[in-house]
């Protein structure tokens, strides 16, 4: 991954085990390729101490094309 932003102090309410915690964490931003989305989400599982962390992928549906490249550039695809 060529960057991961870490945002501190966010606020979660959610509903789990018919209950609504209201905790603070830390939001992560992972930027990466389609390719590589697989193991990012291996490794993020692996090492997160939640039952059940919240790892979604969004798309990007456009950007900076020179930062879009430094990402696809940047970012070495698993061997298979």
Do not use: F
Not at 53 to 73: F, K, N, Q
């Amino acid at each position: 991954m060529p960057c991961v932003n870490i945002v501190p102090g966010l606020r979660s309410i959610y509903r789990w085990n018919d209950a609504a915690p209201d905790e603070t964490e830390i939001l992560m931003i992972l930027k990466t390729t389609g390719p590589c989305l697989a193991a990012a989400r291996e490794i993020l599982l692996s090492l997160h101490p939640c039952e059940t962390p919240g790892v979604v992928a969004l798309p990007v549906a456009d950007g900076h094309d020179a930062c879009l490249r430094w990402v696809s550039s940047s970012t070495r695809t698993p061997q298979a």
